[in-house]
Nanobody, 123 residues
Framework: QVQLVESGGGLVQPGDSLTLSCDAS????????MGWFRQAPGKEREAVASIASTDGTTYADSVKGRFTISRDGTKNTVYLRMDSLKPEDTAVYYC?????????????????WGQGTQVTVSS
């Protein structure tokens, strides 16, 4: 059974940094892309970042240069380092496991999802 468990969310101030973690089990995650998505209140879910099994990455324009996705294959863990956080980054952040090896921001190419962790950026 595939399980994805996010952690690391919380309340931070604008300009702060935060690192989210996603612990994965039940699959050879090193063979698949992993992604982070987010959903703000009243808005549709949007892609944030993705990392391929080969460690190539891709980012949404809104977070490019501020967020960094990485993975630790030995721990089956994916991270999302978020710097220079803004109030508009406030959302529930979800980890997802891809159907294929390549990095993608297309949510349809992910078949397993975590429950999410709340990130609130507010002064």
């Amino acid at each position: 059974q595939v399980q994805l468990v996010e952690s690391g969310g919380g309340l931070v101030q604008p300009g702060d940094s935060l690192t989210l973690s996603c612990d994965a089990s039940g699959r050879m995650f090193s063979n698949y892309a992993m992604g982070w998505f987010r959903q703000a209140p009243g808005k549709e879910r949007e892609a944030v970042a993705s990392i391929a099994s080969t460690d190539g990455t891709t980012y949404a324009d809104s977070v490019k240069g501020r967020f960094t996705i990485s993975r630790d294959g030995t721990k089956n863990t994916v991270y999302l380092r978020m710097d220079s956080l803004k109030p508009e980054d406030t959302a529930v952040y979800y980890c997802a496991s891809g159907r294929f090896w390549r990095a993608t921001l297309n949510s349809h190419e992910y078949d397993h999802w975590g429950q999410g962790t709340q990130v609130t950026v507010s002064s």
